[in-house]
């Protein structure tokens, strides 16, 4: 079942997609990897939605990925004494840590590490951006502000700080508990919310230990400025477009979208475009052409994914939407344009071995017009690092290891295939030349490049490229 377009979809689950037969219907329609968003999904659903991924995976006897998103801390007021209450401009506002029940001049700001870490000049966002404040003076446990942007406030209104560096973890109680759940789940993605700086990323690692891999969610303006050493440690990114819309000037966020994409790809990590891309298929079965265009400029970039959240989990139209997303990412494939972008990006390999045979790969096959290249990967690295090439042949990713190519499900362009362990290289070389024929990659004659490591199943050695000919048999010669 082979994708005729390179980016691939990530479709979040929820009330209108968790059946079988709906999952059945979105990976069909085009979904490679499904999100379960642990903010609406209880431990007991969690472990049923990857139930029903599988079955659908052992259906169609393809690998899918299915990646995990904590809620991440969540940052809320207390309550006001008498219902809602209206703050006006130039009025100021008060946030200490009294739990008395608050009013049109004051409220709790259950949230200690906040109150000690506020500076005089810091803004802070209440209620997703509808109000803003600004920090002017600070005494212990009390933070004393400005209103800049007034509006209503009632109970347990969301609290973000776009300045401010707080000392917390991006793990809270929940996220601890719900990460132990899915990993035993056996998911293969976590997506970290809310993240600050790469020592949150460390921290899930210490819990996951490589029983899934970690994706970090930049949506925080403090993450932004730390983007290179969050990317050195996390295995992906997550381009957050929701709540980083609220922290930082909406304008911003499409510079930093290509900025974060064009970092992944350096890195050779996988880059996730989310947030609003089909948004108004939650109730219309046409997008608009502002979301055509932004699905279509996310492809453009060379996004490894972009992704679909209440448009699949809870919309009127999920299989329309991936159907859509699907046609909109192979219109722009097609495009010459398309694979001219993604040279014109292309920088130098860097001073590694696995690099330098990646880059010389991809020019032998664009050079030789060969008909694919065949990545042999136990750990992912080899294909990650080809991906990152971005060439015009397809990539064929082939493991022994299943939760490896359920990983790579989300890699550009990457066709992920389940090849069992072999030790000998040219009967390896031979069966992998036998299933790019028949996964209908390859026809017969067609010449292949392989790249691995050798020897067999040494994860990150990547050390060989081999040209093969496709034979009669369907093997290689």
Same mark, same amino acid.
């Given at each position: 079942?082979?994708?005729l377009r390179?980016?691939?979809?990530?479709?979040t /689950?929820?009330?209108? &997609? &968790?059946?079988?037969?709906?999952?059945?219907?979105?990976?069909?329609?085009?979904?490679?990897?499904?999100?379960?968003?642990?903010?609406?999904?209880?431990?007991?659903?969690?472990?049923?939605?990857?139930?029903?991924?599988?079955?659908v995976?052992t259906?169609?006897?393809?690998?899918i990925?299915?990646?995990? =998103?904590?809620?991440?801390?969540?940052?809320?007021l207390?309550?006001?004494?008498?219902?809602?209450?209206l703050?006006?401009n130039?009025?100021?506002?008060?946030?200490?840590?009294?739990? #008395?029940?608050?009013d049109?001049?004051?409220?709790?700001?259950?949230?200690?590490?906040?109150?000690?870490?506020?500076?005089?000049?810091?803004?802070?966002?209440?209620?997703?951006?509808?109000?803003? /404040?600004?920090?002017?003076a600070?005494?212990?446990?009390?933070?004393?502000?400005?209103?800049?942007?007034?509006?209503?406030?009632?109970?347990?209104?969301?609290?973000? /700080?776009?300045d401010?560096t707080v000392?917390?973890?991006? /793990?809270?109680?929940k996220?601890?508990?719900?990460?132990?759940?899915?990993l035993d789940?056996g998911? =293969?993605?976590?997506?970290?919310?809310?993240i600050?700086?790469p020592?949150?990323?460390?921290?899930?690692k210490?819990?996951?230990?490589?029983? #899934?891999?970690?994706?970090?969610?930049i +949506?925080?303006?403090?993450?932004?400025?730390?983007?290179?050493?969050?990317?050195?440690?996390?295995?992906?990114?997550?381009?957050?477009?929701?709540?980083?819309?609220?922290?930082?000037?909406?304008?911003?966020?499409?510079? !930093?979208?290509?900025?974060?994409?064009?970092?992944a790809?350096?890195?050779?990590?996988?880059?996730?475009v989310?947030?609003q891309m089909?948004? &108004?298929?939650?109730? &219309?079965?046409?997008?608009?052409r502002a +979301?055509?265009?932004?699905?279509?400029?996310? !492809?453009?970039?060379?996004?490894?994914?972009?992704?679909?959240s #209440?448009?699949?989990?809870?919309?009127?139209? @999920?299989?329309?939407?991936?159907?859509?997303?699907?046609?909109?990412?192979?219109?722009v494939?097609?495009?010459?344009?398309?694979?001219?972008?993604?040279?014109?990006?292309r920088?130098?390999p860097?001073a590694?071995?696995?690099?330098?045979?990646?880059?010389?790969?991809r020019?032998?096959?664009?050079?030789?017009?060969?008909?694919?290249?065949?990545?042999?990967?136990?750990?992912?690295a080899?294909?990650?690092?080809?991906?990152?090439?971005?060439?015009?042949?397809?990539?064929?990713?082939?493991? @022994?290891?299943? +939760?490896?190519?359920?990983?790579?499900?989300?890699?550009?362009?990457?066709?992920?295939?389940?090849?069992?362990?072999?030790?000998d290289?040219?009967?390896?070389?031979?069966?992998?030349?036998?299933?790019?024929?028949?996964?209908?990659? !390859?026809?017969?004659g067609?010449?292949?490049?392989?790249?691995?490591? !050798?020897?067999l199943?040494?994860?990150?050695?990547?050390?060989?490229?081999?040209i093969a000919?496709?034979?009669?048999?369907?093997?290689?010669?």
């Open positions: 079942m082979r994708r390179r980016a691939k979809i990530v479709a /689950l929820g009330p209108a &997609s &968790s059946t079988v037969e709906m999952i059945t219907r979105l990976f069909e329609a085009g979904a490679d990897v499904f999100r379960i968003n642990m903010s609406h999904t209880s431990h007991d659903k969690m472990r049923e939605l990857v139930a029903a991924i599988r079955q995976e259906d169609h006897e393809r690998p990925g299915i990646l995990v =998103d904590l809620q991440g801390p969540k940052l809320r207390g309550t006001f004494a008498n219902g809602p209450v703050v006006a130039g009025e100021r506002f008060t946030l200490d840590a009294d739990p #008395a029940p608050g049109a001049t004051r409220v709790y700001l259950p949230h200690p590490e906040i109150l000690a870490a506020a500076q005089p000049g810091h803004t802070l966002l209440l209620d997703d951006g509808k109000v803003k /404040l600004v920090v002017e600070t005494q212990p446990n009390t933070i004393v502000t400005r209103v800049v942007v007034g509006g209503k406030l009632s109970d347990r209104k969301g609290v973000s /700080l776009p401010t000392p917390f973890s991006a /793990l809270a109680e996220d601890r508990s719900d990460l132990e759940a899915a789940a998911i =293969d993605w976590v997506a970290l919310s809310f600050q700086r020592e949150d990323i460390a921290e899930a210490k819990i996951t230990r490589g029983r #899934a891999l970690i994706m970090a969610k +949506e925080k303006p403090q993450a932004v400025h730390r983007l290179a050493e969050i990317l050195d440690i996390a295995d992906a990114l997550m381009v957050a477009r929701g709540d980083l819309g609220v922290e930082m000037p909406l304008e911003k966020v499409p510079g !930093v979208q290509k900025q974060m994409t064009r970092a790809r350096l890195a050779g990590k996988p880059v996730v989310a947030t089909l948004e &108004s298929m939650i109730t &219309s079965p046409v997008p608009t +979301e055509v265009s932004d699905v279509a400029n996310a !492809v453009y970039e060379g996004a490894d994914a972009v992704m679909l #209440a448009e699949s989990a809870a919309g009127a139209h @999920p299989i329309l939407a991936v159907e859509t997303m699907n046609k909109i990412a192979e219109e494939e097609r495009e010459s344009e398309y694979f001219e972008g993604l040279a014109a990006q920088l130098a860097e590694t071995g696995a690099d330098a045979i990646s880059a010389a790969a020019q032998i096959a664009e050079t030789l017009d060969l008909a694919a290249i065949l990545c042999l990967t136990s750990s992912g080899t294909a990650m690092r080809v991906a990152r090439e971005r060439p015009k042949p397809p990539i064929i990713a082939l493991s @022994p290891k299943l +939760e490896t190519v359920r990983r790579l499900s989300i890699l550009w362009d990457a066709h992920c295939v389940y090849m069992e362990d072999e030790k290289l040219d009967l390896t070389i031979k069966r992998a030349c036998s299933i790019a024929y028949r996964e209908g990659i !390859v026809k017969l067609q010449r292949v490049i392989l790249v691995a490591g !050798v020897p199943g040494t994860p990150g050695a990547t050390n060989m490229v081999r000919y496709i034979s009669d048999d369907g093997g290689a010669d």
